[in-house]
């Protein structure tokens, strides 16, 4: 565990141009947007052993009570409640797609597109399921509004890697159509998405709602980086590991557990601390 004040600091008074770490000094409430695999739990080889501690569950509840705290997640909004035990807690799900406990009703897909997604996905599922048999190990994760093959802890050649692409690619591009999904790479993971969403376009809707708050935002891959490119120099951009690049992030965590440790320092604290990190 890392001592606090090894690589904590106050926050010094904002003045005009100052770097953004220093935003958080201004006045106003807090927004905490947070994604959940790579960032308050590590990865697992099967996404559904991917639950929280108690510790983590009640830190984001009393977060919530201090401030305001909303999950977003690629993850779908039952798969998250199931497995991280936040029931009640407000959350974008499926990249920007779904909206679950969000002020005033607030959601992002309508009906009619729930339902045209919810299909397409159902027959992209069934025809990938005979892919684990190919490539012994995978983990075909059926969601409702989207398809994602994991194949995390796997030791793959690359010759492998580039056939499962190639094989998912062509399923994809045969069974579904293409023109309302975007098929995305992320960490050792392969997923089709509904076009037109994202976790950033989420996250700019959601903000209309809360004009008035300092974000915090917290996430590990590349698809975090849409809401990174929607608050600018506003706020407090956190990366968690060594996916998303250099020039998007403010504070950067080795990997969940240290983000928490700061995390609850922050929360416990009088003041508002920021990491001396040498890498900001």
């Given at each position: 565990?890392?001592?606090?004040?090894?690589?904590?600091?106050?926050?010094?008074?904002?003045?005009?141009?100052?770097?953004?770490?220093?935003?958080?000094?201004?006045?106003?409430?807090l927004?905490?947007?947070?994604?959940?695999d790579?960032?308050?739990?590590?990865?697992?080889?099967?996404?559904?052993?991917?639950?929280i501690?108690?510790?983590?569950?009640?830190?984001l509840?009393?977060?919530?009570q201090?401030?305001?705290?909303?999950?977003?997640?690629?993850?779908?909004?039952?798969?998250?409640?199931?497995?991280?035990g936040?029931?009640?807690?407000?959350?974008?799900?499926?990249?920007?797609?779904?909206?679950?406990?969000?002020?005033?009703?607030?959601?992002?897909?309508?009906?009619?597109?729930?339902?045209l997604?919810?299909?397409?996905?159902?027959?992209?599922?069934?025809?990938?399921?005979?892919l684990h048999?190919r490539?012994?190990?995978?983990?075909?994760?059926?969601?409702?509004?989207?398809?994602?093959?994991?194949?995390?802890?796997i030791?793959?050649?690359?010759?492998q890697?580039?056939?499962?692409?190639?094989?998912?690619?062509?399923?994809?591009?045969?069974?579904?159509?293409?023109?309302?999904?975007?098929?995305?790479?992320?960490?050792?993971?392969?997923?089709?998405?509904?076009?037109?969403?994202?976790?950033?376009?989420?996250?700019?809707?959601?903000?209309?709602?809360?004009?008035?708050?300092?974000?915090?935002?917290?996430?590990?891959?590349?698809?975090?980086?849409?809401?990174?490119?929607?608050?600018?120099?506003?706020?407090?951009?956190?990366?968690?590991?060594?996916?998303?690049?250099?020039?998007?992030?403010?504070?950067?965590?080795?990997?969940?557990?240290?983000?928490?440790?700061w995390l609850?320092?922050?929360?416990?604290?009088?003041?508002?601390?920021?990491?001396?990190?040498?890498?900001?």
């Amino acid at each position: 565990m890392v001592k606090s004040s090894s690589f904590h600091k106050e926050i010094e008074p904002v003045k005009k141009n100052k770097h953004p770490l220093t935003a958080l000094s201004q006045k106003g409430p807090l927004l905490f947007l947070l994604d959940y695999d790579g960032t308050l739990t590590d990865f697992k080889k099967n996404p559904e052993h991917s639950q929280i501690s108690a510790s983590t569950r009640a830190l984001l509840h009393r977060l919530q009570q201090k401030h305001k705290a909303i999950i977003v997640t690629g993850r779908y909004v039952d798969s998250l409640f199931k497995i991280s035990g936040l029931k009640k807690f407000p959350v974008i799900g499926s990249h920007g797609f779904e909206a679950r406990n969000l002020p005033k009703g607030l959601r992002f897909a309508s009906l009619a597109q729930e339902k045209l997604y919810r299909k397409e996905a159902a027959i992209l599922w069934k025809a990938v399921r005979h892919l684990h048999h190919r490539f012994p190990g995978i983990y075909i994760e059926k969601k409702p509004f989207s398809s994602t093959i994991h194949f995390r802890g796997i030791v793959f050649s690359k010759k492998q890697t580039t056939q499962l692409h190639q094989e998912f690619n062509a399923i994809y591009r045969r069974t579904i159509t293409p023109r309302f999904w975007n098929l995305e790479q992320g960490k050792k993971m392969i997923e089709v998405l509904p076009k037109g969403f994202s976790k950033g376009k989420s996250v700019k809707a959601l903000l209309k709602r809360f004009p008035h708050h300092q974000v915090i935002y917290a996430g590990d891959d590349v698809a975090d980086i849409s809401v990174f490119k929607v608050l600018g120099k506003k706020g407090l951009k956190i990366a968690i590991g060594n996916r998303v690049p250099r020039k998007y992030y403010d504070l950067k965590f080795k990997n969940p557990r240290e983000f928490l440790t700061w995390l609850k320092v922050f929360e416990t604290s009088q003041k508002k601390w920021l990491p001396c990190i040498s890498n900001y």
